[in-house]
């Protein structure tokens, strides 16, 4: 898989920088679907390299240009960004405990989306879809905690 990142960054006229190949990496190998700037950052240092944030930052960019990854804007306020290897569709459930995400294919809007076109001159090009909720680990803890205090 990173070959064929690697080669689509290159194809487009984009070195193969160390930093690049660090980052790349960090996507490929977290456990998180999204990761912010922040979080690229910190995975990136944990492997002994020593890439100041503005270094990460500045690739993200790159990244994005390339379409090798989309940046997220969740209701937090703080960008995160995804791999897009695969460029398909899918949307986001969140966590409002913890913060993981999950991404879901299935796509209610898709059939918004034709009625809009039926009944108007509008053709929509895009569109994102987040739940926020619990994932099943806070909710395990919140029914912990709700046994707790109910017995006492």
């Avoid at 910190?42 to 492997?47: A, H, Q, R, S, W």
């Avoid at 960019?61 to 290897?85: A, W």
């Avoid at 913890?98 to 929509?124: A, H, M, R, V």
């Amino acid at each position: 898989m990173r070959e064929q990142l690697e080669a689509l960054l290159k194809k487009q006229g984009f070195k193969i920088t160390n930093q690049r190949k660090a980052i790349i990496s960090a996507f490929l190998n977290s456990k998180k679907h999204l990761l912010t700037a922040a979080e690229v950052h910190d995975i990136v240092n944990k492997d002994n390299n020593t890439l100041n944030f503005s270094t990460v930052y500045r690739n993200l960019e790159i990244l994005l240009k390339t379409g090798l990854i989309k940046r997220v804007n969740l209701d937090n306020g703080v960008n995160s960004y995804e791999l897009n290897i695969d460029n398909h569709h899918h949307h986001h459930l969140i966590c409002l405990a913890c913060g993981d995400t999950e991404t879901i294919t299935y796509c209610p809007i898709e059939e918004i989306n034709k009625n809009i076109q039926q009944s108007s001159k509008f053709t929509p090009i895009d569109h994102k879809l987040e739940i926020y909720g619990y994932c099943i680990k806070c909710n395990r803890n919140n029914e912990k905690s709700s046994e707790k205090q109910s017995n006492t």
